[in-house]
């Protein structure tokens, strides 16, 4: 099971982050500290992978972001390379072509996006199409039209001025 998911540039500024633990915010500061700090000081031809505690660490360059999981022992490190690339892949196909600011300005979408691949640290979904589904149908739920959003609350006033018997 992956514990966390960080995202963040070449300055070492954090981007995004998904934990899939319960821990204090303290440790999660220290955490971050030390992978950035780890991952940026290795050097661009090293191995992907390293240990760290009793985690292993799996991180991969695309573009100006890294993405670094820190996962159980027992898990398959070549898997989370995949899981990563297929968030990209997500975030490519939402975006066109993501880059560090897309992610910076719509923050809230790369993690709905996270949310829909994601769920407790294990993959929900598989298949690109189903997760660029649900995004479009969200998207489409959040354009309501003006007369479109009156009607709904009319609809919404009516229903709550009811008997609730």
């Given at each position: 099971?992956?514990?966390?998911?960080?995202?963040?540039?070449?300055?070492?500024?954090?981007?995004?982050q998904k934990?899939?633990?319960?821990i204090?915010?303290?440790?999660?500061?220290?955490?971050?500290?030390e992978?950035?700090?780890?991952?940026?000081?290795?050097?661009?031809?090293?191995?992907?992978?390293?240990?760290?505690?009793?985690?292993?660490?799996?991180y991969?360059?695309?573009?100006?972001?890294?993405?670094?999981?820190?996962?159980?022992?027992?898990?398959?490190?070549?898997?989370?390379?995949?899981?990563?690339?297929?968030?990209?892949?997500?975030?490519?196909?939402?975006?066109?072509n993501?880059?560090e600011l897309?992610?910076i300005?719509n923050?809230?979408?790369?993690?709905?996006?996270?949310?829909?691949?994601?769920?407790?640290?294990?993959?929900?979904?598989?298949?690109?199409?189903?997760?660029?589904?649900?995004?479009?149908?969200s998207?489409?739920?959040?354009e309501?039209?003006?007369?479109?959003?009156?009607?709904?609350?009319?609809?919404?006033?009516?229903?709550?001025?009811?008997?609730?018997?």
């Amino acid at each position: 099971m992956m514990h966390f998911m960080l995202l963040f540039s070449r300055q070492g500024k954090l981007r995004l982050q998904k934990w899939f633990i319960a821990i204090g915010e303290r440790e999660k500061k220290k955490i971050i500290r030390e992978m950035t700090q780890s991952v940026l000081a290795r050097q661009p031809k090293t191995c992907n992978f390293m240990d760290w505690k009793d985690l292993k660490i799996v991180y991969k360059r695309y573009a100006s972001l890294y993405i670094c999981c820190g996962m159980e022992d027992q898990d398959n490190e070549l898997l989370t390379i995949e899981i990563m690339h297929r968030y990209v892949e997500l975030l490519d196909k939402y975006f066109g072509n993501v880059c560090e600011l897309d992610i910076i300005f719509n923050f809230e979408k790369a993690y709905f996006i996270l949310d829909e691949f994601l769920m407790g640290g294990e993959v929900q979904e598989t298949s690109k199409l189903s997760v660029s589904k649900c995004i479009e149908e969200s998207d489409l739920m959040q354009e309501v039209s003006p007369g479109m959003k009156d009607t709904l609350l009319k609809t919404m006033e009516e229903y709550m001025s009811k008997p609730a018997f």
